[in-house]
C-alpha cells in the first residue's frame, strides 16, 4: 500500500500568507483559493475589493490544477490549438491556478483571481513556495 503526503492546516496556513503577502507587496486585491488533491476547498480568502467572481473562478482554476496536476495555463495554451479541450469536465482554461506538487505527486492546487492571469499566478506560485521543500 502506498503512502502519500497531504496538505495540513499549517501548510495551508502558510501557503496563504506568502500568497497574501505577495499580492499586498504589488497592491493587487485578489480572492485566493487553496483545494486538496481532489478539487476541495480546503482554505480560502477574498481580499476586501475583491469581486464575487474572483471568488468563483479562484476556486475552479484551483480546483483546476489539482485534479489536473498541471496548470490552468496550460490548459489555456492546449485549447489554442485543440479547442475541443473546451468540453473538458472541470476545467477552466486561464492561467492562475497551480498544482502543489510534493515528492512528485500532487496534493492540491492554488487559485487566484482578481488581476492579470499572469499576476495571479505569480501569487499562487509565491504561496507555493512558501511549503518546505
Known amino acids: 500500500m502506498k503512502t502519500r503526503s497531504e496538505l495540513t492546516q499549517g501548510d495551508c496556513e502558510k501557503i496563504m500568507a506568502a500568497a497574501l503577502a505577495e499580492a ?25 475589493g475583491a469581486t464575487p467572481a474572483n471568488a468563483a473562478i479562484a476556486l475552479e482554476k484551483g480546483r483546476t490544477a489539482a485534479m489536473s496536476r498541471r496548470t490552468s ?17 472541470g476545467i477552466l482554461p486561464v492561467q492562475g491556478g497551480v498544482p502543489i506538487l510534493v515528492d512528485g505527486g500532487c496534493v ?24 518546505p521543500k
Open 24 to 48: 499586498k507587496r504589488n497592491s493587487w486585491i485578489v480572492a485566493i483559493a487553496i483545494l486538496d488533491d481532489g478539487g476541495h476547498l480546503l482554505h480560502f480568502t477574498r481580499m476586501d
Open 108 to 131: 492540491g492546487g492554488v487559485g487566484v483571481s482578481g488581476v492579470q492571469s499572469h499576476e495571479d499566478e505569480q501569487i499562487a506560485k509565491a504561496g507555493i513556495d512558501a511549503l
Open 73 to 89: 495555463g496550460s490548459w489555456q495554451e492546449r485549447i489554442k490549438t485543440r479547442p475541443e479541450m473546451l468540453k473538458m469536465p
